[in-house]
Every structure is written in C-alpha cells, then in structure tokens.
C-alpha cells in the first residue's frame, strides 16, 4: 500500500522556468493538501482540495496553482519560478470520517530554484 | 485562521516523561486536537488526537483540559528516538473552514542521554 506519493523527490529549477510537482495517493481520501516548509520552519499551507475538481487557497498561495481533476492526484505548479520558492514541499491527504481525519503525509520534494 | 500556539523549543532526560503543551483557546465545539512529529526532513506522522476525553495509544497519551483551550501530549518513557518537531492541530471537517489544516511553528523536543 503506497499511500501518499510525491514526484519528483529533487529538482533543480532556474529563476523564470516552470514544472509541475504530482501528488497521488491510494486511500480514497477526500481532502489534499500541499505545504512548504522553509529551513527551521514550520509547514506552511499553500493550497487543499476537498474534493475532485475543487481547489482553494491556504496561508500562501503566491506563485503557485493547483489542479485536481482525478481524486486521486493532486498537482501543484510553479509557471514561473522564483528563488523565494526555494523549499521542501509536502503534500498530504485524509478522508473525512468526523471522528478520525488524520494527515497521511508523503516524503517531500526539496525544490531549489536558482 | 486557527491556530495553535506551542513552546517553540523544550528538553527532556532519556527515560523520563516528556510533556508537550498546546493552547488552542479558540477551538470550536466539533473540532479535534491532533498531534503530529516530523523527524529531521520526513513528512510529518499522526501520534493521537482526541476530542474531549483523554486519550491513550501505543506511542503517547493526550490530557485535553475540561474546558478544550488546551491540552498535553505525554511521551512516557521519552527516547532519544523522540527527539522530533511536535505539532498540535486543530481541525474539524464541518467548521467554516472546513478541510483547512494550518500547522503552527511546533515544539522542538531534544532528548538528551
């Protein structure tokens, strides 16, 4: 069982170029999030989906879209990438049961943009 | 938005309890207290959540005061292996804010030998 998976797990981008990070995940689950997560910080929400075909926009959402168009997979771009954006991106997903609605979380992408 | 707030940094003897507290004075009446770790750079993992009732499970136990504006996660026998970022959430899926999981900055826990 794979649960959450992030591609790719490096890159290295130049200031102005773009790329597209996939989470997919094979729990069903309703609810997707992607985060950031500078050096010494903690998670920052950028956007989160509560379900297939719908976005919305968390604590810093500059710089980024987001697309859901398969429950299963959530895709986070960068159209035009900045070194700002230099961080390790976590995506996560959970189902929506009311009593048990935890984050499963995938193993991170470290984006460097120079 | 909701947020939690944490010590941002404690320390705790190997084999001795470690207590992690969280305010979370604005919880509304249908949300849960989660609480997860992050070691080094890994995506963070569950530990235990709990609405009102103390809870306990294999790796931790949660105290939730009776009024919910805070609680604690307790390590029992803390182990070096311990040594994480802790982070308390709170979330509910049927709040205004419904699927918007915020994290605050967490705890640093060092647990020393």
């Known amino acids: 069982n794979a649960g959450v998976t992030q591609t790719p797990k490096f890159r290295v981008l130049k200031t102005g170029q773009s790329m597209t990070l996939l989470c997919a995940q094979d729990?069903?689950?309703?609810?997707m999030y992607w985060y950031r997560q500078d050096p010494g910080m903690g998670l920052r929400l950028i956007h989160y989906?509560?379900?297939?075909?719908?976005?919305a926009k968390g604590e810093v959402p500059d710089g980024y879209n987001v697309s859901r168009l398969k429950k299963q997979n959530f895709l986070l771009g960068l159209e035009s990438a900045a070194p700002s954006q230099t961080s390790v991106y976590f995506c996560a997903s959970r189902p929506v049961m009311g009593d048990d609605e935890k984050l499963f979380f995938g193993s991170g992408t470290q984006l460097s943009v120079l | 938005d909701a947020k939690t707030t944490q010590p941002t940094s404690m320390d705790c003897a190997e084999g001795r309890a470690a207590n992690l507290p969280c305010n979370h004075s604005t919880i509304s009446g249908n949300e849960y207290v989660y609480w997860y770790r992050q070691i080094h750079s890994q995506g963070p993992q569950y530990i235990i959540h709990g609405l009102k009732n103390n809870e306990t499970n294999e790796m931790a136990s949660l105290i939730i005061t009776e009024d919910r504006k805070s609680s604690t996660l307790i390590l029992p026998h803390a182990t070096l292996r311990d040594t994480a970022v802790y982070y308390c959430?709170?979330?509910?899926?049927?709040?205004?804010?419904?699927?918007?999981?915020?994290f605050g900055d967490g705890t640093t826990l060092t647990v020393k030998p």
């Open positions: 729990m069903n689950h309703e609810y």
């Open positions: 989906s509560v379900g297939e075909g719908t976005t």
């Open positions: 959430l709170q979330t509910g899926a049927y709040n205004t804010n419904a699927g918007k999981s915020t």
